[in-house]
Structure formats: structure tokens, C-alpha cells
């Protein structure tokens, strides 16, 4: 314990120093909790404000898709390459280390499979579960448009965010896409407002390739895209060049990272359009070198 004699006097007060007052530089959390501010700088690259999600729960709807039948084998080896890992709770429990390190975006909506009626979910995952496993976001799918099930997956959303708030844990919302409508920026730019009106911390939505910039400015929280369908490597480093290009603060992609001929090389030429501002011909020289080796 200190003395109470003897003690240097404290004279490093800088009086004519203003107050520091740091504040989160990511669009829309000028105003959150530090925890929360906390979560959402491990996801988004302090330096370059973007983000890589790797994105590999598809199984909770799809069952073992082409590239996740081993996860320990094929997303494993990945981790190091990406600054969020999107995934569920049991394949977090069962086949990622622990020691991995990185943040996680836990998707916490479950509900109907590829074999019945899509967008048919509750949440599916409680705030407590979430804790457990040091989650730093939690991923809610919204149907909107959706005649059937769009008020039902908005409340799922609203739940999981008054949860979120309770505990400083930030929420993603994720757009889906119904049969009957189009990925034009007229949905997307609705369904990602709707989203962040609700209090969505990060929406992920589709980019589209005819006024996505609309899209981004409407929305005022950060936007990832989803990589969708597997396309040619150009193709998907293309995709991501013109999101960020468009105002998207990063991706979430699953099947164009892991289900390419060389994931890991995929995965960094990802990165190289993201963070460093690599145009899609030189991220292809990129992943083409890196596949070679």
C-alpha cells in the first residue's frame, strides 16, 4: 500500500490540454456503449474500417455443403486469413479452437431447411448463450417482403437487438431474398433501412450492380455484402471491388472463399480488395501466385 509520507506530488495534470474524447470512427457507433463499440472493433479493421467475414453457417439450412463437410479441415486452416468468422453454435462448439482468437458473428436464428418452406424462423439462440460463447455479434435473418413470415422474423430481430443492448453485444441483420422479389437497389436499399431502423448495429444485404451506392448511403449503420452463389474468381473479387468502391464496409463470404480451388489463396486476394484497395486483376495475379506456391 502506498505511503502516506514520502509520496512524489502528482503535477502531470497538463491544464492546458483539452480532454481527450475518442470516439468509434465506424458509420453510426459515435453513440454506443464502450462494449459495444469494444465487439465491433474486432470485426472492423481499426485501420482500414472494413471488414472480412468469413461466412460458414450455411449447414444450419443446407446440411453439409460442398467445402464445410470438414470443417476442421477446410475452414480451419482459413481462420487466420479472416477478421470475423460467422458460423453457428454448434459448429463453434465442436470444430473451431478456442484459442483462434477471432471475433464471432453467431448466428442466432434458426428455424425451416431447404427441404420445406425457407424464412420460417424463431430465434433461435438466447443472449445467454451467446455470452458463453464470447459472441461478438449475433446474426438474425429478416424476410422482408416475405407475405408470410415478415413480421415474425422482424421481432426475432428486435428481440435478439433489445438483448443485445442489455449486454452491449451488437446485432446483424441479414436480408433474405423471397421468390418473388428482385436484387434491385430499391428491395435492398428498403430491407437494410428497415433493418438499422430497427436497430440493427450491421445489416448484410446483396449487392446489386445498378445504384448499390444508393443502398450504402441510405443505410445508417455499416453494410457487408453476401457472396452468394459460387461465381469465377475474377468474378467474385470484382463483386467485392465494386461493393467497396459503392460504400460497403466489407463481406461476408462463404462459398466464393471455401468452395474455390485454393481457399486460402482466395481468401487473402479477398483481402487485398478489401483492406488494401487492390483492384480485381491484380488481387487475381494475387491469388494465382499464391495457388501456385
Known amino acids: 500500500m502506498p505511503d502516506a509520507n514520502g509520496n512524489v506530488s502528482a503535477n502531470a495534470f497538463r491544464v492546458g490540454a483539452p480532454a481527450a474524447n475518442p470516439t468509434s470512427e465506424l458509420k453510426g457507433a459515435h453513440s454506443y456503449d464502450w462494449g459495444m463499440k469494444d465487439r465491433l472493433s474486432r470485426i472492423f479493421d481499426p485501420k482500414s474500417g472494413k471488414t472480412v467475414m468469413l461466412a460458414f453457417d450455411h449447414g444450419y439450412i443446407m446440411g453439409a455443403t460442398s467445402g464445410l463437410e470438414r470443417i476442421d479441415v477446410s475452414i480451419v486452416p482459413l481462420i487466420e486469413h479472416a477478421d470475423c468468422l460467422m458460423c453457428s453454435r454448434g459448429v463453434l462448439r465442436t470444430c473451431i479452437p478456442p484459442t483462434c482468437s477471432k471475433p464471432i458473428s453467431l448466428r442466432c436464428s434458426a428455424g425451416s431447411t431447404v427441404l420445406t418452406e425457407l424464412n420460417d424462423e424463431c430465434v433461435g439462440v438466447q443472449i445467454e448463450d451467446a455470452i458463453r460463447l464470447n459472441a461478438s455479434m449475433m446474426a438474425v435473418m429478416v ?49 437494410s433501412r428497415v433493418l438499422a431502423e430497427n436497430g440493427a448495429q450491421v445489416v448484410k444485404t446483396y449487392y446489386c450492380q445498378e445504384g448499390f451506392e444508393t443502398v450504402t448511403a441510405g443505410c445508417p449503420v455499416p453494410i457487408v455484402i453476401a457472396g452468394g452463389k459460387k461465381l469465377p474468381e475474377l468474378d467474385a473479387l470484382e463483386m467485392a471491388h465494386h461493393a467497396i468502391d459503392q460504400g460497403a464496409a466489407g463481406v461476408d463470404m462463404g462459398r466464393n472463399i471455401f468452395q474455390a480451388d485454393d481457399p486460402k489463396a482466395m481468401i487473402q486476394a479477398v483481402r487485398g480488395v478489401v483492406h488494401d484497395q487492390m483492384s480485381p486483376e491484380a488481387a487475381l495475379e494475387l491469388y494465382n501466385d499464391l495457388k501456385q506456391s
Not at 152 to 169: D, V
Open 143 to 191: 424476410a422482408i417482403g416475405d407475405k408470410k413470415f415478415e413480421a415474425r422474423t422482424i421481432r426475432n430481430l428486435c428481440r435478439m437487438i433489445e438483448a443485445g443492448n442489455r449486454y452491449g453485444i451488437p446485432t446483424l441483420g441479414v436480408t433474405a431474398v423471397g421468390q418473388e422479389l428482385t436484387r434491385d437497389a430499391r428491395y435492398l436499399g428498403m430491407a
